[in-house]
Nanobody, 114 residues
Framework: QVQLVESGGGLVQAGGSLRLSCAAS????????MGWYRQAPGKQREWVAS???????NYADSVKGRFTISRDSAKNTVFLQMNSLKPEDTAVYYC????????WGQGTQVTVSS
């Protein structure tokens, strides 16, 4: 069993910053890519960013240049530094991890006020 626990969400004004964390625990074996997704009210869940086990990163165009994904492989933790936040970044942010199977966290709410 694998558990992913996100933290760091909250309410911030437009232009502000937040840092999300996601820690994986349990039966972890060959943790590969970790990533972040988000789901705004009434919309489908969308991919935000991902990082491989060797540190290669990719970003959705909507967050490129504002968000930075990183990981601490020793602690099985992935981070998402979010700067220059916009109201359209408001969503529940989910962590995902890929091993033999993939796993989701429970989500953390990010609200950006205008």
């Amino acid at each position: 069993q694998v558990q992913l626990v996100e933290s760091g969400g909250g309410l911030v004004q437009a232009g502000g910053s937040l840092r999300l964390s996601c820690a994986a625990s349990g039966s972890i074996f060959r943790l590969n890519t970790m990533g972040w997704y988000r789901q705004a009210p009434g919309k489908q869940r969308e991919w935000v960013a991902s990082i491989t086990n060797i540190g290669s990163t990719n970003y959705a165009d909507s967050v490129k240049g504002r968000f930075t994904i990183s990981r601490d492989s020793a602690k099985n933790t992935v981070f998402l530094q979010m700067n220059s936040l916009k109201p359209e970044d408001t969503a529940v942010y989910y962590c995902k991890a890929w091993m033999v199977s993939s796993y989701w966290g429970q989500g953390t709410q990010v609200t950006v006020s205008s």
